[in-house]
Every structure is written in C-alpha cells, then in structure tokens.
C-alpha cells in the first residue's frame, strides 16, 4: 500500500500565526510518531502515539505544540504562535512493530 | 546531551572500496539500533537494524557491527556505488520488556557519504 504521507510538503508562515500538519500513516500502523529536524541537525523526537495508549510527549518542546491522533488514522501536529527557531522539516513516522519507523517526506516549516 | 553521536560529518570515498560510518552511544538502556539513508527532501529510509543480542547484522552490501562494551556501532558498505551518497542516520531505541518498541529513536546528527564514481 501507499506509504507515509503528510501534507503540506512546505509552509511559509509568519511569526506568531498558527500552523497545522498533517500525516497519514500507513494503514495498519498503530505507532505514529512526530520529530523535526532542524537545519544541520539530527532527528529530534517530538511525540510518540501507540493504539489507545496515552501518547508521550517528552518531546514537545513548549505548550505551543500539541499533536493528536484519532484512532489509528490521521495525526495533526499544530504549533500556536509560531517563532523563528521553530523552522525545520517535521517528519511523521508510522509502525507496525518495534523499531523500524517508516517516514513520510516531511513537511518543510519556514517562520519569517 | 547528546546520547546518540556520529563524530563525522561528512566521509568521501571511491566507488567500489568500502564505506566505514561510525556511531557513538552513551545510554546503556538502548538495546535495538538502527541506520537510516535520507535523500534530499525525501523521509529517512529505514536500511538495516540491530539487537543487542547481536554483534553483526548482515545485509546484502550492509552490515552492521555493534560493540555493546564500547557502546559504539558502524555501518559497512560494500562495495561503496554512487547511488549510496547520502546522510546516513544511526538511532537507537529501548525495547520494552513486552517486545514491542518502547515508542522514540534517537537520533545522531548524520554523516555524509559521498561515493565519488
């Protein structure tokens, strides 16, 4: 079936707007997980949904960023009154069983 | 803190001789490791993974190798193509005693290889 995908694939906002991603993650997947990875750096995890678990969210960086999940479908990730350093590419990933973590393309952020 | 480390950044080598990328680790938690390849503006792509029952893991042109008492694993590539020029991810992860991933990867910075033809 179709792979990870998650729309947009760019956003250009301005500083203190509200953004929405969105990811679908593979059908049957009942792991999704956000990170964002800034320019130059490694994958930083943001948040981690399995089934009807309560998700984690150790990695939120500020209560400007919320995600949810509804089932085991559609995930948003939204961040409220966006700053600078919050550009970066958000990259969704979905799975089945432990560890391997299937990415969608990821949504380019730009804050100006 | 940085828990996961790849101290190369970058690494160029000639098509056809092997690739060596290595990664540092300082969690002893983590049991389950894995290498990602990512493409410019494409999501990393899963490539090989690895138990820490295991000391090597092969696959195809891949293997991975991991030092559990160094706390250090490396990828090989051979023989190194063209096409393999990317960044590659080393992460790692905590399996739950249940078997089942215990949810985050962390991730290294990334090295990249350049394969020169």
């Known amino acids: 079936g179709a792979g990870v995908s998650q729309s947009p694939s760019n956003k250009v906002t301005e500083k203190g707007k509200d953004v929405e991603l969105r990811c679908d993650p593979i059908?049957?997947?009942?792991?999704l997980y956000w990170y964002r990875q800034r320019l130059g750096q490694g994958l930083e995890f943001l948040i981690y949904?399995?089934?009807?678990?309560?998700?984690?969210k150790s990695g939120l960086p500020s209560d400007r960023f919320s995600a949810e999940r509804t089932g085991e479908s559609v995930s948003t990730l939204t961040i409220q009154r966006t700053q600078q350093e919050d550009s970066a590419v958000y990259l969704c990933?979905?799975?089945?069983?432990?560890?391997?973590?299937?990415f969608g393309p990821g949504t380019r952020l730009t804050v100006l | 803190d940085q828990q996961v480390k790849q101290n190369s950044p970058s690494l160029s080598v000639q098509e056809g001789r092997i690739s060596i990328l290595n990664c540092d680790y300082t969690?002893?938690?983590?049991?389950?490791f894995l290498w990602y390849k990512k493409y410019p503006a494409e999501g990393p792509t899963f490539l090989i993974s690895?138990?820490?029952?295991?000391d090597k893991n092969e696959d195809g042109r891949f293997t991975v190798f991991l030092n559990k008492s160094a706390k250090h694993l490396s990828l090989h590539i051979v023989p190194s193509q063209p096409g393999d020029s990317a960044v590659y991810f080393c992460?790692?992860?905590?399996?739950?005693?249940?078997?089942?991933?215990?949810?985050?990867?962390?991730f290294g910075q990334g090295t990249i290889l350049t394969v020169h033809p």
């Open positions: 990933a979905s799975s089945l069983r432990r560890g391997e973590q299937f």
């Open positions: 059908s049957g997947h009942t792991a």
């Open positions: 949904f399995q089934g009807n678990s309560a998700p984690d």
């Open positions: 969690n002893s938690m983590f049991d389950y």
């Open positions: 690895i138990s820490s029952i295991k």
């Open positions: 992460a790692a992860t905590r399996v739950s005693a249940g078997g089942t991933s215990y949810g985050k990867l962390t």
